[in-house]
């Protein structure tokens, strides 16, 4: 009998965690020809969603439980789902339902032909989310897509199915600076994407705000970022935005009202323009330099600070 993981991230989850326990025993009733490993790990959620996992984890043999000693984000809780999934099949899922679980028999189904290594999902529509979020995500995926080898599918979620192959290849990327989406597209494999329309979350609110997602984004560029450094290449923005703005001030009030001083004013825009290029430029550098620097400190992932496994690397 093969064996599937499934992997789900809580972040202050309390509200909608009963409601997915439910869903989910409800497709695993369905789904005899396997066995299940659940693990939930609880990334420093500041609500009883530690309280609540262990309770499913008493009462079901199925369900193991990690959880961090604070926030490390979604993304090492994914990388410490992978770590400790033993089974033939590993599937990442979010707890607020908004991956439904009901489609994870068709999954299973697809990837158990042996034609793909991988079943991924795709939103096909972002119904129920602001407009201005959808249109940078689109333009964000156009971009990225453009800039880098990494195919990555625009409303790509971190919900897919997996082989353990593809598993492993994926912990063997031990990077610090994570963004999953990139990580798949770039290990390769044969991967079905499976398109599914919007779901709104249970319960609880969306973890990401807008600048998290820009953040997010950067992530994905670049790979990291380093506050000091950012803030250099949006200064050097500004300095040239303001720089364009004032020149074309000093042109109007040339052309309406004269100027007895000639030539300074030219000069002086000039110097701030090139020197706010300079400065962005450096500061896009900067965003690399401070990448190699987070990566060559090699701090862990994430810190468990319980677990209902006994033998497992508490620092990974
Ligand atoms: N999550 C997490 N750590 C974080 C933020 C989120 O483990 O720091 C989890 C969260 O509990 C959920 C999943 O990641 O299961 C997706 O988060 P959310 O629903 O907020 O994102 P969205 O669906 O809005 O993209
Ligand atoms: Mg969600």
């Known amino acids: 009998?093969?064996?599937?993981?499934?992997?789900?991230?809580?972040?202050?989850?309390?509200?909608?965690?009963?409601?997915?326990?439910?869903?989910?025993?409800?497709?695993?009733?369905?789904?005899?020809?396997?066995?299940?490993?659940?693990?939930?790990?609880?990334?420093?959620?500041?609500?009883?969603?530690?309280?609540?996992?262990?309770?499913?984890s008493e009462e079901q043999e199925a369900v193991k439980y990690i959880s961090f000693s604070r926030n490390f984000g979604k993304e090492s809780a994914m990388y410490a789902g992978f770590c400790n999934a033993t089974g033939d099949y590993v599937a990442v899922m979010d707890a607020d339902l908004q991956d439904p679980p009901a489609i994870l028999p068709e999954m299973l189904r697809i990837i158990e032909t042996g034609e793909y290594d991988s079943v991924a999902t795709r939103r096909v529509t972002r119904k129920g989310e602001p407009a201005i979020r959808s249109f940078c995500a689109r333009k964000f995926y156009k971009f990225i897509n453009k800039i880098s080898d990494a195919d990555i599918v625009d409303g790509a979620r971190d919900y897919r199915l997996m082989t353990r192959d593809m598993v492993d290849a994926i912990i063997a990327i031990g990077e610090r600076n994570r963004f999953s989406k990139g990580i798949f597209g770039w290990i390769g494999y044969r991967t079905y994407w499976y398109p599914y329309e919007n779901v709104q979350r249970v319960a609880g609110e969306t973890k990401w705000s807008f600048w998290k997602l820009v953040k997010y984004s950067m992530e994905g560029i670049v790979n990291f970022s380093e506050a000091p450094l950012a803030v250099a290449s949006w200064f050097g923005l500004g300095c040239t935005g303001v720089s364009i703005l004032a020149l074309l001030f000093i042109v109007i009030r040339r052309l309406i009202f004269g100027d007895p001083v000639a030539g300074w004013a030219s000069t002086v825009c000039i110097i701030v323009f090139i020197g706010g290029i300079q400065l962005f430029c450096m500061g896009v550098i900067g965003q690399y330099i401070g990448k190699t620097y987070t990566e060559t400190k090699r701090r862990p992932h994430y810190i468990i600070s319980e677990s209902s496994e006994k033998n497992i690397d508490k620092i990974g």
């Open 1 to 56: 009998m093969k064996k599937v993981s499934l992997i789900i991230p809580c972040y202050n989850e309390a509200e909608g965690l009963p409601a997915f326990d439910k869903e989910i025993n409800r497709i695993m009733s369905d789904l005899l020809d396997y066995c299940f490993e659940i693990i939930y790990v609880n990334d420093g959620s500041t609500d009883s969603t530690l309280q609540i996992i262990k309770g499913f």
